[in-house]
C-alpha cells in the first residue's frame, strides 16, 4: 500500500514571496504519478501540477513547480511570487499506473496562508 | 470549462436513513471515483467504477454503500442506512484516461444527526 505524508500543516508567507511545501511518500511501485491539489474554501479540490515518476524534469506550471527526488520519494511544491489566492488547503497526492481503478492516495494536507 | 457537479451541498440527514449524493461527471470522462473527507481527517478513497462496474473499493466502502451510473451522465453514491460517522464532505470525481489527473466536484457535506 501506498502511503503519502505532508509534515507541516500550516505555513504562511508573505505575498510575493517564495514558499515550499513538502511530501514524502512510500511506495514500491516504479511507475506512478504524483500531483498537487489545492482546495480553495470555496472547497473545489483544483489540480495544480502532476509529475510522471519516469520523467527525471521537475515539473513547472507557471509559479508552480515541484521538485520530484525519485529516490528520496520526495515530491515538494514551490509557489513563487505568492498571491493572496494562492491561500488554500494543499494535498499531494499519488496514483499508481495501473489497468484499473487507479484511485488517489492523498496526504494530510499543508494549509497555506498568504498575508498581505 | 467543463466540471464536475455535486448536488446537494449540504444534506442533512436523520440516522438510519438513507441518502443518495449526485454527481454529474464531465461528459466525455470514462472513470468515476467516489471519496470522503472526515472534518480534520485526510481525503479517503472509497470506490472507483468504470464500464458500469466497480473496479476498485476501499475496506469503507461496505455493504451500506453502492454506486449508481442510472442514465449515461449521472453518477449516485447511496448510503442504506447511515451512521454518525458516515458525517463527512463527499467528493465526486471523473476522468478521461486511465492515467489522466481526476477531475473534482465541489463536494456534498453530509451531516448525520
Known amino acids: 500500500a501506498q502511503t503519502v505524508t505532508q509534515s507541516q500543516p500550516e505555513m504562511s508567507v508573505q505575498e510575493a514571496e517564495t514558499v515550499t511545501l513538502s511530501c514524502t511518500y512510500d511506495?514500491?511501485?516504479?511507475?506512478?504519478?504524483l500531483f498537487w491539489y489545492k482546495q480553495p474554501p470555496s472547497r473545489q479540490m483544483i489540480l495544480v501540477i502532476r509529475?510522471?515518476?519516469?520523467?527525471?524534469q521537475n515539473a513547472t506550471e507557471n509559479r508552480f513547480s515541484v521538485n520530484f527526488q525519485k529516490a528520496a520519494k520526495s515530491f515538494s511544491l514551490k509557489i513563487s511570487d505568492s498571491q493572496l489566492g494562492d491561500t488554500a488547503m494543499y494535498f499531494c497526492?499519488?496514483?499508481?499506473?495501473?489497468?484499473?481503478?487507479?484511485?488517489?492516495?492523498f496526504g494530510e494536507g499543508t494549509q497555506l496562508t498568504v498575508n498581505p | 470549462e467543463p466540471e464536475v457537479t455535486q448536488t446537494p451541498s449540504h444534506q442533512v440527514t436523520q440516522m438510519g436513513q438513507e441518502v443518495i449524493l449526485r454527481c454529474v461527471p464531465i461528459?466525455?470522462?470514462?472513470?468515476f471515483y467516489w471519496y470522503r473527507q472526515i472534518l480534520g481527517q485526510k481525503v479517503e478513497f472509497l470506490v472507483s467504477?468504470?464500464?458500469?462496474?466497480?473496479?476498485?473499493k476501499s475496506e469503507i466502502f461496505d455493504d451500506q454503500f453502492s454506486v449508481e451510473r442510472p442514465d449515461g451522465s449521472n453518477f449516485t453514491l447511496k448510503i442504506r442506512s447511515t451512521k454518525l460517522e458516515d458525517s463527512a464532505m463527499y467528493f465526486c470525481?471523473?476522468?478521461?484516461?486511465?492515467?489522466?489527473?481526476?477531475?473534482f466536484g465541489d463536494g456534498t457535506r453530509l451531516s448525520i444527526l
Open positions: 470525481a471523473s476522468k478521461w484516461g486511465l492515467n489522466q489527473p481526476q477531475h
Open positions: 511506495t514500491s511501485e516504479s511507475n506512478y504519478y
Open positions: 509529475q510522471e515518476a519516469y520523467k527525471q
Open positions: 497526492a499519488f496514483m499508481k499506473q495501473e489497468t484499473s481503478g487507479s484511485r488517489l492516495t
Open positions: 461528459s466525455n470522462h470514462l472513470y
Open positions: 467504477f468504470y464500464n458500469n462496474e466497480i473496479s476498485e
